[in-house]
C-alpha cells in the first residue's frame, strides 16, 4: 500500500503518535501494509531498519468497531512497537508461520507496553484489546493453538492480566495528573515516580522534573527572588496571584538538581525533545546558573530551526536576571502571543529596566496590582457552591473506602485507593499528612454538571460568563488542558478544546 493513501497515514499517525508518548532516540519502525493477507501484524527487527507489518484486512477489522476503530489500531500497532521497545530480537506477531513466539513473557511485556503507552497517547486500549483479539481470531479462522504462538485460551489470560495490571497504572497516571493540577505537587511525585519503576519514559521524567521545580518554588518563601513566571511546559500559570502556604525552610536546590538530572534522563531519551530542554533552562536559571540556562536554549536552537515562544521566554529571562536587559528586550521581541505568562514577564522586565520604584519597594504589592489591572473579564469571577457541584449526586467528601476499591502502595506512606464505576472514577489519595479525594467523570458519562456542561462540549462554553467564567489556574499538555477553579473545587479536562471529562476534589491535612 503506497505512502499517501488514507489507511497508510492513520496508521502511521497512530504508530507516531505512541512512539512520541514513549519518548526514545531510537528511529520509529517503518509501517508496511501489505493488501494481501500476509502477516496479520507483525515486527520484523533489522540490523539498521526495524519493520512493523500490517495486513489491510487487519486494518479494515479496527474500522468494523466504529468509534473505536482507532483505540482498536492502537492495540495492534501499539502491542507491536512494544516487541520493539521492549528488545525483542526475534519477529513477533499473529502469523500462523512464527516459530519463535511461544514465550509468555514476551507477549506479557509487548501487551502491557501497547496498553500503557496506548492510553497514555490518548487511546482506550485496555478497553477494546479482548474485542479486536476476537475480532482477529474470527476473521482470520485462526486455530486456537497456533504453532510458536500461546493458545488462545492462555493468550487471553496474558491479555487479562496485563489490562489488569496497565489499568492501575492508569489510574494512577490520571490521579497524578489531577493533583498536579490542584497544586499538589508532591503528592503528584509520589504517583510518577511509581509508574517509572514500571515504564520509564520522556514524558513521565520530564514531569517528575516539574513537580520538583514547583516543589522548590512553593518553599521559597521570599517569591521576590524568583520576580518572573518560568514556562513550564507541564504548567503555564494563569496566575501569579495564587493563595498558597509557603513553608519556611533554609533554601536549598536538592530539588532542582533532582530534577536537572530528570530532564537530562528525558533528554537522553529523546534528544529532540524540546519541552524537557525548556525545562532543563528553567532549573538551571532558578539554580542561579543563567549563563547554562541559556546554554541549554542554544543546543535546542541548533537541533531544531525554529524555536517556541516558551524557548525564547526562558532564555529572556535567563538575560534579564544576568541584568543583560537589553538582550533580554530584544529576545522577548519574539514573544508575539497575548497570554498572561508573556505580558507578565514583559512587565517585569521594563519595571527592572525602568527601576520602578514600586517594583522594588514592595514586590508583592506590584504583583497583585498588576493583576487586578487585567481585563475586567479576565477579573471576574463567578461563585459556584461547592455544595451544588456533585458527580452521580456525590461530593468529594462522600467518598469512604470499601472493598471495591483497589489500593496501590506508592511507597514513602503514600496509598492510593481508586475505584472505575464504568462512568466515574473515585480516588482517595493519602500520605502521612494529607488526604486528597477526587471525583472523575470519564467520556462516557451522560449527566451534565451544574452548569449544563456536558462531554464534548467546547472550552469556550466552559469559560463564558453563563457558565463558569476564567479559571484559576490553567495546565497545559499538548493536546491537553486543565482548567481549574480552586472557590468550587472543580475541573475540566480539555482534548483539542473539547470536554472529555471534569473532576471535582477535597483536600485534608
Partial sequence: MTNDSYKY?????????????????????????????????????????????????VYDLCSSTGSDSLNALACIIGHELGHYYENHAN????????EIHSQTTLEDEADKFGLFYGAVAGYKTHIIFPKILDKIYDSYKLSDNIKGYPPLNE??????????????????????????????????????????????????????GVCKLN?????????????????FEFDVRVKKKVTTELISRNMTFDLIDEAIQDFKIAIELDPNYEIAYINL???????GNQDAASGVIIDLKQKKNTLSENAYLIQGISKA???????????????????????????????????????????????????????????????????????????PDDLKITDQFHEVDLGNWAVLYY???????????????????????????????????????????????????????????????????????LGFTFENKKVVNWFRWSIQN
Fill in 9 to 57: 497515514q492513520t496508521a502511521q499517525e497512530v504508530l507516531e503518535t505512541i512512539s512520541r508518548t514513549k519518548g526514545d532516540n531510537r528511529s520509529v519502525p517503518i509501517l508496511k501494509i501489505s493488501k494481501e493477507p500476509l502477516y496479520i501484524a507483525k515486527y520484523f527487527p533489522g540490523n539498521s531498519n526495524h519493520y512493523i507489518y500490517l495486513d489491510e484486512k
Fill in 215 to 231: 516543589m522548590h518554588l512553593n518553599s521559597v518563601k521570599d517569591q521576590s527572588l524568583y520576580p518572573y513566571i518560568y514556562p
Fill in 419 to 489: 475505584h472505575d464505576e464504568g462512568s466515574v472514577g473515585k480516588y482517595i489519595y493519602r500520605n502521612k499528612t494529607t488526604e486528597v479525594c477526587i471525583i472523575q467523570t470519564f467520556d462516557n458519562h451522560q449527566s451534565s454538571s451544574s452548569k449544563d456542561i456536558s462531554i464534548g462540549d467546547d472550552m469556550s462554553k466552559v469559560t463564558n460568563m453563563e457558565h463558569y467564567g476564567f479559571p484559576t489556574f490553567r495546565w497545559n499538555n499538548r493536546p491537553y488542558t486543565i482548567l481549574t477553579y480552586y472557590d468550587t473545587q
Fill in 91 to 98: 519477529n513477533f506477531g499473529f502469523s500462523t508461520v512464527s
Fill in 321 to 395: 536576571l544576568n541584568e543583560d536587559y537589553t538582550s533580554a528586550e530584544s529576545i522577548f521581541k519574539h514573544l508575539h502571543s497575548d497570554s498572561d505568562i508573556n505580558n507578565y514577564n514583559k512587565k517585569v522586565l521594563k519595571a527592572e529596566m525602568n527601576k520602578e520604584a514600586s517594583y522594588y519597594d514592595n514586590f508583592m504589592e506590584w504583583v497583585n496590582t498588576f493583576f487586578e489591572n487585567e481585563n475586567e473579564i479576565v477579573n471576574q469571577r463567578i461563585h459556584t457552591s461547592p455544595e451544588t457541584e456533585k458527580i452521580n449526586n456525590l461530593l
Fill in 155 to 208: 493468550r487471553k489470560k496474558i491479555v487479562q492480566k496485563a489490562i489488569s495490571e496497565v489499568e492501575a497504572l492508569i489510574n494512577i497516571y490520571q490521579m497524578g495528573q489531577n493533583l498536579y493540577a490542584i497544586h499538589q505537587y508532591e503528592a503528584s511525585k509520589s504517583c510518577l515516580q511509581f509508574i517509572i519503576n514500571h515504564f520509564p519514559s520522556k514524558l513521565i521524567h520530564n514531569n517528575i
Fill in 281 to 287: 533552562a528553567c532549573a538551571y536559571s532558578i539554580r
